[in-house]
C-alpha cells in the first residue's frame, strides 16, 4: 500500500509529507524558473525606481551613483560609467574607468573599449586596446580585431 502525505504535488501528483523539501529535490526546474521571474521584477521594478530618482532627484541619484560604484564589482562600475555618461557627468565616468582598468581583468576592459568606441572616442579606444594586449596577452584576437575594426 503507498503511504500518501499531507499535500499533493500539484506538478507529479505525488502525495508528500514536506511540500518544500519534495519540490526541491523533485522539482529544482520549477523553483529555478520561478527564481528567475522574481528577479526579473526585482530588477524592472528596481530600474524604473532608479529612473523616478534620477528625475525627480539628480542631485541624489549622483550621490547614489557615486556610493553605488565605490562596490567591489566591475559590472556595477561599468552600470555607474554608463549611467554618468548619460548624465554628461564625464569626470565622474572617467574616474571609474581608470579605477576599473587598474583592477580590472581583460572582459572590463573589452566592456570600456567598447564604452568608448560608442562614444565615439575612437583615439583612447585603441590606446587602451594595445595596453590591454600588453597587460594580458599580446596575441589576443579580440583585441586585434577591434584594433582592425576601430581603423577601419
Known sequence: MIKMGK???PFCGEGVEDK???????HPE????????????????????MEKLKEKNPSLY???????SEEDNIKIKI?????FILMNE?????????????NGDKEAYMEILILYKNMGKKERAIDLCKKAME??????????LFIEEMED
Open 7 to 9: 499535500y499533493k504535488c
Open 135 to 144: 597587460k594580458f596577452d599580446k596575441n589576443r584576437e579580440e583585441f586585434k
Open 62 to 68: 549622483t550621490e547614489f551613483l557615486e556610493k553605488l
Open 30 to 49: 520549477i523553483i529555478e524558473k520561478e527564481e528567475m521571474k522574481m528577479l526579473n521584477e526585482i530588477r524592472r521594478q528596481q530600474y524604473f525606481l
Open 20 to 26: 518544500e523539501v519534495h519540490m526541491k529535490h523533485m
Open 90 to 102: 564625464m569626470n565622474k565616468a572617467e574616474e571609474i574607468v581608470f579605477e576599473v582598468l587598474e
Open 79 to 83: 552600470m555607474c560609467v554608463k549611467e
